[in-house]
């Protein structure tokens, strides 16, 4: 009477074929790459975030409300890289601490401006310079022209991703 082989035990020999899958290497992947890249920047940056009361998604929307005088909320969730129900989520904390200020577009009264607060910006003025002493330590390291090539490569990338057709998602097709 043969013995079947119980689901966990695996034949050695066999290991090598169950674990191959036809892609790329997992740590090789360029989302992987993308995200470790991103943690390494990060991690210096979250203290100094934490020490002021923010979280990198609340200080993106500052970031960007900072560079415009107003802007809708739907735009600022697509510079932000945010989703609506999250935006809406960090919007009501940023209003709340007086960070930000909201108010509907006299043209559409369905559209919600926003814009960084007198408060936002002395908060802004408050972290940055922990954040350009964290930028200038990252140059040092890196090098200077190393990450300016990488910030371009990093654009044309984007550029040239952005033609390409997204299979299975109709959102991403409208341009």
């Known amino acids: 009477m043969t013995r079947k082989k119980s689901p966990k035990s695996v034949d050695p020999a066999d290991k090598d074929k169950i674990r191959r899958v036809p892609m790329r290497e997992f740590s090789r992947s360029l989302p992987m790459s993308l995200l470790r890249a991103r943690e390494a920047v990060m991690r ?37 890289f945010l989703l609506g129900p999250s935006l809406s989520r960090i919007l009501r904390d940023l209003e709340a601490r007086h960070l930000i200020e909201r108010r509907v577009a006299k043209a559409d009264l369905r559209r919600g401006m926003v814009s960084i607060s007198a408060r936002g910006l002395k908060l802004i003025e408050a972290v ?13 390291r890196y090098g200077a022209h190393k990450l300016a090539d990488l910030q371009d490569m990093l654009a044309a990338l984007e550029n040239s991703l952005s033609e390409l057709r997204v299979e299975g998602n109709s959102q991403a097709n409208r341009g």
């Open 44 to 80: 210096h940056f979250r203290p100094s975030l934490r020490d002021h009361g923010l979280t990198e998604q609340q200080w993106r929307i500052l970031r960007a409300l900072a560079s415009v005088d107003t802007i809708e909320v739907t735009e600022l969730a697509r510079v932000a």
């Open 128 to 140: 940055a310079p922990t954040s350009e002493a964290i930028y200038a330590a990252m140059t040092r």
